[in-house]
């Protein structure tokens, strides 16, 4: 059964890039889309971007000027780098897995469990 | 873009009553990308239904969902007290895709 493992840094000052990394243990890398995805507290779901594993990525156009969603095969592994953040960018940050419909993502069937990160001076 | 709209903002019923969860979209989307996410208190989310009517893997038979062009449904038969938590629709269709619902909330009184 496939995990996703999150890691990265939950404490950043204003202006600092945000950088996680999400593990992909016990399933299939390839087939399927690969995402971020944050929850600031008390608030609802936001899309960032997502990826697959050629590299191929979509971002949120709110974002998209700051974001970059990298992926490295031969680890199983993918990144999240988030410029000059804010306390805006205060959230739970989840990485995720798309199952695909005709090459493309059409739900999320696996979730991390979220990494806090915080955003204060 | 397509924005999707989610109402009401919160729903207070009484266990074994019905519940009816709207998603509406801006435009006119594909229903095998429109899916019904349920969130409880410090857990991720998880499926309960894909392409608008399909039930996820284990998700009880009283979870439903329903529609077409830029209506969308979500209900909930006979609400249990475990179905207390907020309901996101997300879409894949338009642009940007992966794009949430703002969300509803249902409580059980």
């Known amino acids: 059964q496939v995990q996703l493992q999150q890691w990265g840094a939950g404490l950043l000052k204003p202006s600092e890039t945000l950088s996680l990394t999400c593990g992909v243990f016990?399933?299939?890398?390839?087939?399927?889309?690969w995402s971020w995805i944050r929850q600031p507290p008390g608030k609802g779901l936001e899309w960032i971007g997502e990826?697959?594993?050629?590299?191929?990525?979509n971002y949120n156009p709110s974002l998209k000027s700051r974001v970059t969603i990298s992926v490295d095969t031969s680890k199983n592994q993918i990144s999240l780098k988030l410029t000059s953040v804010t306390a805006a960018d205060t959230a739970v940050y989840y990485c995720?897995?798309?199952?695909?419909?005709?090459?493309?993502?059409?739900?999320?069937?696996?979730w991390g469990k979220g990494t806090t990160v915080t955003v204060s001076s | 873009e397509v924005v999707l709209t989610q109402s009401p903002g919160t729903l207070s019923l009484s266990l074994g009553e019905r519940a009816t969860l709207s998603c509406r979209a801006s435009?006119?989307?594909?229903?095998?990308?429109l899916v019904w996410y349920q969130q409880k208190p410090g857990q991720a989310p998880r499926v309960l239904i894909y392409?608008?009517?399909s039930r996820a893997t284990g998700i009880p038979d009283r979870f439903s969902g329903s529609g077409s062009g830029t209506d969308f449904t979500l209900t909930i038969s006979r609400l249990e007290p475990e179905d207390s938590a907020v309901y996101y629709c997300?879409?894949?269709?338009?642009?940007?895709?992966?794009?949430f619902g703002q969300g509803t909330k249902v409580e059980i009184k």
């Open positions: 016990g399933g299939s890398f390839s087939g399927y889309y």
């Open positions: 392409g608008s009517s």
């Open positions: 995720a897995r798309a199952a695909l419909l005709y090459q493309i993502p059409y739900f999320i069937d696996v």
């Open positions: 997300q879409q894949y269709a338009g642009v940007p895709r992966g794009t």
């Open positions: 435009q006119r989307i594909s229903s095998s990308y």
């Open positions: 990826i697959n594993h050629s590299g191929s990525a």
